[in-house]
């Protein structure tokens, strides 16, 4: 192909990297591959993800890995490695000029200039426009705020109802675990040790499904 334009390409899991999640919409905990040149978007993902990346991502195709691995071993490579995958792709859609984030891989760069790509790094932020809010996503921070804080209200008052014995939290004449619990038809709600990245990602963007789903670490009565 003679028409090559510089892209972007992202490399990474979407569940530790916002750029990731905001170029691709998909959320997966494994490294997959991001590509733009111009409005067209491109996500390459294992056979595992690919129903879910073809029903959830917001790009204009997804690729299934297997492919080009199949290719590359009809054309006699083995055992084709992430760098080979990734020049069959790049090499498809005609791109040989990239522009990759700050967190990028130097390994994975230095092999992609070892085969003729060139590749020009861009600092922090990577996607100029997340520095302005759109009102939608003012939106959605307003209601993650106030579902947090009515499940943080929750929390607290399960935790006035607790006594210490032993060293031990007891709701009642049980241990207060790590498990959300139910009394009758009434959730409770109280905090997570840790709260997923993911979690944190799906409620910049999607906060109400955040806390229907109780992907931030709570359980939330239905009307929340």
Same mark, same amino acid.
Request: net charge negative; hydrophobic share 45%; charged share 25%.
């Given at each position: 192909?003679?028409? !090559?334009?510089? @892209?972007?390409?992202?490399?990474?899991a979407s569940?530790?990297?916002a $750029?990731?999640?905001?170029?691709?919409?998909? +959320?997966?905990?494994?490294?997959?591959?991001? &590509?733009?040149?111009?409005?067209?978007?491109?996500?390459? %993902?294992?056979?595992? #993800? &690919?129903?879910?990346?073809? @029903?959830?991502?917001?790009?204009?195709?997804?690729l299934? +890995?297997?492919?080009?691995s199949e290719r590359?071993? #009809?054309?006699?490579?083995?055992?084709?490695?992430? /760098?080979?995958? +990734?020049?069959?792709?790049?090499?498809e +859609?005609?791109?040989?000029?990239?522009?990759?984030?700050?967190?990028?891989g130097?390994? &994975?760069?230095?092999?992609? =200039?070892?085969?003729? *790509? =060139? /590749?020009?790094?861009?600092?922090?932020?990577?996607? $100029?426009?997340?520095?302005?809010?759109?009102? #939608?996503e003012?939106?959605?921070?307003?209601? @993650?705020?106030?579902?947090? #804080?009515?499940?943080?209200? &929750?929390?607290?008052e399960?935790?006035?109802?607790?006594?210490?014995?032993?060293?031990?939290? *007891?709701?009642g004449?049980?241990?207060?675990?790590?498990?959300?619990?139910?009394?009758?038809?009434?959730?409770?709600?109280?905090?997570?040790i840790? %709260?997923? *990245?993911?979690?944190?990602?799906?409620?910049?963007?999607?906060?109400?499904?955040?806390? =229907?789903?109780?992907?931030?670490? !709570?359980?939330?009565p239905?009307?929340?």
């Amino acid at each position: 192909m003679n028409d !090559f334009q510089e @892209a972007i390409l992202i490399v990474a899991a979407s569940t530790i990297n916002a $750029d990731m999640y905001y170029a691709s919409r998909f +959320l997966a905990p494994d490294p997959f591959i991001f &590509l733009q040149k111009g409005a067209r978007k491109w996500i390459a %993902v294992s056979d595992l #993800e &690919l129903d879910r990346a073809r @029903a959830q991502a917001d790009v204009t195709e997804v690729l299934p +890995l297997s492919r080009f691995s199949e290719r590359l071993r #009809e054309q006699g490579s083995p055992e084709p490695g992430p /760098v080979d995958l +990734l020049a069959e792709i790049l090499k498809e +859609l005609g791109i040989n000029s990239l522009v990759v984030p700050a967190s990028f891989g130097l390994e &994975l760069a230095e092999s992609l =200039r070892a085969g003729g *790509y =060139r /590749v020009d790094f861009k600092k922090d932020p990577f996607w $100029d426009e997340r520095l302005r809010k759109s009102p #939608e996503e003012i939106s959605f921070l307003a209601q @993650a705020l106030r579902a947090t #804080e009515e499940v943080l209200a &929750l929390a607290l008052e399960t935790l006035r109802q607790c006594t210490i014995r032993d060293g031990l939290l *007891y709701q009642g004449s049980q241990p207060l675990t790590a498990e959300c619990q139910e009394k009758t038809t009434e959730k409770v709600a109280w905090p997570a040790i840790t %709260v997923p *990245y993911e979690a944190i990602l799906l409620v910049e963007f999607n906060p109400g499904r955040a806390a =229907r789903e109780r992907e931030i670490g !709570f359980t939330v009565p239905p009307d929340l």
